[in-house]
């Protein structure tokens, strides 16, 4: 079955760039290809008081390097997430109603926290995930938002195998100056 694909949100555009992303950050093949499945995550600062956000890190990466990042995860920190996602009802409602096509709107999707329902507007940081081929997003995958207080939720449930597998991915592709590894060291990286 052919996925129903739409135009990518410019919320999923790189920070700095009015283009969609056009190589996997691991592997660098070409994203622009409709053969090829990616992923892309964004971690934003959010200082509320001024209304301004500030992307942390930002990446697509191909579904077969998400593959194999996902095999570096350890066995007990997988089946804590997936009971941890299976445990929130409201989240699993809306993953089916979306897949039904009959969930939110993407614009309200991508406003709220998918596990709390807190605005990103009142959140301090937030991650967004979503999955795509080529310039195109998969309208039948749901894009999700995950607010600081699901991370540190997350955060709480990993084995300290995988956090260090986490932080390891991050320093190796994003590094970056100390405020903001220490901002985001432990929090967990999905894809």
């Given at each position: 079955m052919q996925p129903n694909l739409i135009d990518i949100p410019l919320a999923f555009y790189p920070f700095e760039s009015s283009k969609p992303f056009s190589e996997c950050m691991v592997c660098g093949i070409n994203l622009s290809l409709d053969t090829v499945d990616y992923f892309i995550e964004k971690a934003i600062k959010n200082n509320i008081e001024y209304q301004i956000e500030d992307v942390v890190f930002e990446y697509a990466i191909c579904s077969s390097?998400?593959?194999n990042m996902q095999q570096s995860i350890s066995k007990q920190?997988?089946?804590?997430?997936q009971a941890f996602f299976a445990n929130h009802h409201q989240f699993m409602s809306k993953i089916q109603a979306h897949q039904q096509g009959q969930g939110e709107p993407l614009e309200e999707l991508l406003s709220k926290c998918s596990l709390h329902n807190e605005p990103i507007i009142a959140m301090s940081e937030y991650m967004m995930f979503g999955h795509f081929?080529?310039?195109k997003m998969i309208s039948t995958t749901m894009p999700y938002i995950l607010g600081g207080k699901a991370m540190d939720e997350l955060s709480e449930i990993m084995s300290n195998e995988t956090?260090?597998?986490?932080?390891?991915?991050?320093?190796?592709?994003?590094g970056g100056p100390m405020e903001l590894e220490d901002l985001w060291k432990g929090k967990p990286v999905f894809l």
């Open positions: 390097c998400a593959q920190s997988m089946e804590n997430m081929r080529g310039d956090i260090d597998e986490m932080n390891r991915f991050k320093n190796e592709y994003f």
